[in-house]
């Protein structure tokens, strides 16, 4: 009886903090639960440490809207992300953990002409990249999605939409607990409530990790801290170009479902889905201000519903159910920051906006080669900090239904 029980816990205990790693990671959301997990299954690296202040999977993983898709505008961006879709297509067989992957279909709407040139733009980006992108008129909008309303009666009514069939929803939380399943049966171990307070950086490069538990020398610190990435670089002396601030989202009671695609507009800013429990999952903008405030506030509700409901208005009378606030690190160019920095042996992985949790697998993949083999993956050249100083910005602005 003991043994069945063994073998169903997924988080192994860690043990004490050891004196030395030869990688830690800090921050144990999907980022740096998949960057040890790569470590471990490609290059072999199992003498790691994640460090997280709080419980794996309560930062941005676990506040996210949980869409996962590849249709991005920049070449480099949608290379990055399909790479991203094709790995978590074949995770839960890799992992050997149900994340209930559902691929049913990414509508990206447009409501003016000027919109419907972007998203053709972003189509012939994604199709020369073998992405699956089309746009698509109001009447195959209708096709698609029989239960949306494409009357003109509204505020912006409906021309058409960028349709990436790939496109599609994952268990957030269940991405976590896969990850953290097989890193802790790697050996990895997993520190929750292991707060950083500082590093040990001298003569320009980091030779370990101050924290609540005690000091750790290392070689590689990887910081994966999403929307505390800032606070954390600024413990090491580096400066990040990010500010933070807040997307809130909202989940109804659960209806009947009705909902198999995601239905997001760039003109109203909102994102709409239906889970596997049936409630609507509905989040809007980026709010305009920097912040750390995990509180949600009423105008966003407001807001959101008004527009949700001239898209769906059989949602009339359904109720709010939970309502939370996600930390999002922008950068300048809304593309991500990744890798090496002017401090040897301090990577980071942040600036990710809203974007993050859709890139987790690939972050994983590309991340740990750079730390094992100490060279750039090509996937994620276009991502150095230092791009800032050398004015090679990718604006991914067009990209999302936030204008960041
Ligand atoms: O880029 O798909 C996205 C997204 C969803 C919510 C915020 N950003």
Known sequence: MKDIFLRKRVLQSPGELRRHYDVVIVGGGSHGLATAYYLARRHGITNVAILEKSYIGSGAAGRNTTIIRANYRTPEGAAFYKESVELYERLSTELGFNLMFSQHGHFTLAHSDRSLVVQHERAEVNKLLGISSRVIDRDEVKRLCP????????????????????????????????????????????HQGVEVTGFDVRDGRCHGVRTTKGDISCDVVVSATAGWSSPVAKLAGLRLPITTSILQAFVTEPVKPFLDKIIVSAQMHIYVSQTDRGEFLIGAEVEPYPTYSNKGTFPFVEYACRHVLELFPQLHSTRLLRHWTGLCDMSPDYSPIMGLTEIDGFLV?????????????IVGVT?????????TPDLIEPFRLERFATDTLVSELAAAAVSH
């Open 147 to 190: 239960q949306i309303n494409v009357g003109e009666d509204v505020t912006w009514p409906i021309l058409g939409a960028l349709y990436h069939p790939p496109g599609g929803i994952i268990r957030h939380d269940a991405v976590v607990w896969g990850f953290a399943k097989q890193v802790g049966r790697a050996g990895i171990d997993i």
């Open 349 to 361: 992985d942040c600036g990710w906006g809203t974007y993050g949790f859709k890139a987790a697998p």
């Open 367 to 375: 991340l740990s080669e750079l730390i094992a083999s100490g060279t």
